[in-house]
């Protein structure tokens, strides 16, 4: 039986070579990444001048509120509209990484938040149901989501394409992922120093790290949304399990 997958199978000498090849590959890749990181962080800011009040379950907050005594400020922009029953499946599969993050992240001067327009009673419903801690707040009253390009007006959606990852293009939902870095000075100032969308939200998904470390990589073959698998953690159905001796077809 072929329980290869038809994948080359080389002796230990061989292996070890193909390893070292694409060990040197990594390396360049983990330079590169350094260097782009270092470019990152030289970005020039921009002072955020707009009072955005947000509904936190302790009352309304300022933006500059809710660094919590920190000088950094993370904010996942997690997708869940105000009329929506429930968050976004792919956002809450991002939002299951933070609890981990959230201590380490707090000792090196970062607070890490999620800001959705749902109303809070909303986010706190789901937000218990999920399980999670992390701080999330309600931007439902104010221009914070659009203003950083993750909501956009029905016009904006009725005109075929909106503004989002720094170009116009078409967008299947009124609301768009994406994470937010924002600073504060000690005269309290607040500047936004950094904005990823799209792909690169992907920085939150510690999982898809690990999926690209297996032979199977991360197993998705829909071109138009390859995140279909995803459900909310509590809605997976038993994950299967592989039959003895590695097939994976059922045996008649």
Known sequence: ??????????????????????????????????????????????RVEKAYVFE????????ADLFEGRRQLLVQHFMFGPDWEQGCQSCSFMADHSDGMRV???????????????????IEAFRSRMG????WVSSHDNDFNHDFGVSFTPDEMASGAVAYNYVKQPFPSEEAPGVSVFFKDDAGDVFHTYSTYGRGVEVMMG?????D???KGRD?????????????HDR??????????????AQS
Not at 7 to 25: E, F, G, N
Not at 56 to 63: A, E, F, K, N, Y
Not at 207 to 211: A, P, V
Not at 241 to 248: D, F, H, R, T, W
Request: charged residues 25%; aromatic residues 8%; contains cysteine.
């Open 1 to 46: 039986m072929n329980t290869t997958v038809n994948h080359p199978v080389v002796t230990q000498d061989r292996w070890m070579d193909a390893r070292k090849s694409l060990l040197a590959r990594e390396k360049e890749l983990t330079q590169l990444r350094d260097r782009i990181a270092e470019e990152r962080r030289s970005l020039p800011w921009t």
């Open 56 to 63: 936190t379950p302790t009352g309304r907050r300022s933006l």
């Open 104 to 122: 380490h992240l707090e000792h090196r001067d970062v607070t890490l938040l999620a800001v959705s327009r749902a109303p809070l009673a909303r």
């Open 132 to 135: 999670w801690q992390f701080p």
């Open 207 to 211: 999982t898809y790290n690990m999926l």
């Open 213 to 215: 470390l297996v032979p």
């Open 220 to 232: 998705e073959h829909n071109p138009s949304y390859t995140m279909d698998w995803i459900r909310h």
């Open 236 to 249: 997976y159905e038993p994950a299967p399990v592989a039959a003895a001796g590695g097939c994976c077809h």
